[in-house]
Structure formats: C-alpha cells, structure tokens
C-alpha cells in the first residue's frame, strides 16, 4: 500500500519537526518515575503505594519552580491508569477565585470518561482566595472515590492547615549542582552539540536549582549557536552574566586588598546592566573552590574538571597565597551581602561597602 507508506513518512517528519520545536523543557520531561531525577525520596514512596494499592484522595507537592512536581503529577496519573480524558490539570493563578472551584466540585462528581480516576492537577495552588480555599476543603472532606487531587505549590506556607492536614505532603528537593550538570551534558549530546569544559557548570550554576529554568538557559544559549559548539564566552554573552575575568579580577582585589580594583568591576558589571546578585554568586562559586583547594587533598581533581585550565591556574595559585584575604571570614561576608542585596534600594551598594570594609580595615 504505498498510500499508508506515504502518509506513514508525512506524519514522521510532522513528529519530528514536532519534537524538534518544542522547548527543551518540554522534550526532555519526565514520562516515568524512573526517569525522574533527584527526587527518589518521592518517586520511590509512590511507586510502593501505587503497587500495593494504597492511592491517596489528595496530594500535596511543595518546592521551588522547576523542580518536577508538575511532571511527577502527570507520572501519577498515568500511573493509575488515568488517561488524558480524564486529566484534568487548572493554573490557580488564572483561576482563583469561588466560582472556579464551584465548577470543579460539580465536574468531580461525574464519573470518568474511561479510567479508573478522575485526577485534577491544581497549579499555584497558594493562589486560591479564601472562599476558594474553602469551598475546595468542603470537596476534600469528602472526596468521591474516583477522584485524585494533586494539589502544587511553591509557597506552602500560604496554603490552610485544614488543606494540608488532608493531604499526603511531598516535599521536592532542588536537584543538586552535579545532577544538573549531568542532564546539561545528555541533552546538549542529544541535540547534537558541543560544550566547551566548565560551560555544563556555569549553566548549571544559573539554573538555580531548577530543572526547568537550566534548560531554558541552554535553549537560548545553543538557539544562538552557529556551529553547534558552546563556549564559557558564549554563554556569558548570551545570558548576560560577568566574565570569568572580571570575576577573577574582583576576586583578586579582594585577595591584595586593592579598593580601587574591586570597585572598578562593579562599576562595570553596573554599566552593563549585570545582574550584581548574580556576580556575588559566581564570585562566591570560585571563592569556595579556592577554600577547599587550599583545605581538601581531593579537591584538585573535582575543581580541575569543573573550570577552564585558565580559571583553574587562576584558583589553585590562589589557594596556595599565604596572605591572600580569601578566607571563610570573608565568604561568610559574601554570604550576607547576598541576602542584603535582595532588598537593597541601590543593588550594588551592600557590595561597596563590604569591599571597603575588608580593604580598608573599618567598620
């Protein structure tokens, strides 16, 4: 039939071209709990009750943004044999209000279409008002028993006692620097692209713990690459961040104690619109690496593979400084900085002052 050959190859390449625009985020999610990374603590315990049968009414995911609890939510669902027809997933955020959740407890008491569970997927969950809040409590008291809340939230704080008290509560963790590396690393090879060494942690490192907010950073950084190879240059351009240089030139007027060195690189980093929060924290990276090279036999073969041969001279010859001012006292400062920075009026400032402070020996 060369009919069904012709229209087998049509429908190839529309999945293909499919897959390749879709956000990277999107194409590389999850689709079993095996899959899932970082979070066993949570994949593991619902695996184990869905085998032995013990299915929840309702659902509690907490963490920060971009951590899988959506992802770990549709894992779920599919998990109890529960197809999209009868998945049901609303943003919070858009629909917040008594009516929304008026319409949802009418729609929870029909039965499914053709599975077993009718699940609904509550996004921003903490974005609920108070009445809201309430008539969905009235739901949860007494659920039907064909339906499965998954309620997220990155802000569980905001959301009732009288909620969370009737819910099975998980507790996503942010993945750690070294599984984000590793799935920077599987993705860019599946895309066919090379990274120049370091390139994996500094993205990693941006990403904030998130898996969705890293990808996107490697989304912008290879949707602008011409040759399929990224470097630290690159991304630095690209995502708006300090330079590796001028990193290691503000933590070199930190070490010699030079006030007009260090200020000169926030001044540039203010000039070029660089996020001053983001330089903290990449001065911070380096400045931990220099600690624990001088401190830990094992940490040169780490750091080696973790920065540029350029960076890594940089930090070792640091580390071995007898009087250089990098020190914990001074990380600890940093530390603090970072925190004031968030609510500083002029963002730069907490920084300023703490560089004066350690160069020129006043309170």
Sequence with gaps: MPGFSVITTIIDYVIINYMSDLVLYRKYRPQKFSEVLGQSHITDTLEKAIRLGNISHAYLFSGTRGTGKTSVARILAQEIKCTNN???????????????????????????????????????????????????LKTLEEPPRHVVFVLATTEPDRIPE???????????????QKILNEIILEVAKKEKFVLEKGTEDLIALLGDGSFRDTL??????????????????????????????????????????????GLKSIEIA?????????????????????????????????????????????????????????NSNVISELINVSLQTKSSYISQLPLELMLIKLTKNVE
């Design 86 to 136: 009868d998945l049901n997933e609303i943003d919070a955020a858009s629909n917040r209000g008594i009516d929304a959740i008026r319409e949802l407890r009418d729609s929870v008491n029909v039965l499914p279409f053709e599975s077993p569970y009718k699940v609904y997927i509550i996004d921003e969950v903490h974005m609920l008002t108070k009445d809201a809040f309430n008539a969905l």
């Design 162 to 176: 009288t909620i969370i008290s009737r819910c099975q509560s998980y507790f996503f963790k942010k993945p750690s």
């Design 216 to 261: 996107g950073i490697l989304q912008k950084v290879m949707s602008s690459s011409k040759d399929k190879k990224v470097s630290i240059e690159e991304v630095e351009k690209i995502v708006g961040v300090p330079s590796s240089q001028m990193i290691n030139d503000f933590i070199l007027a930190i070490s010699e104690k030079d006030l007009e060195k």
């Design 270 to 326: 203010v000039k070029n619109n660089l996020n001053i929060q983001t330089l903290i924290k990449l001065v911070l990276y380096k400045m931990r690496a220099i600690l624990l090279l001088r401190f830990s036999k094992g940490a040169d073969k780490v750091f080696e593979s973790e920065f540029s041969e350029t960076d890594f001279s940089f930090l070792k010859e640091l580390s071995q400084e007898k009087n250089s001012n990098v």
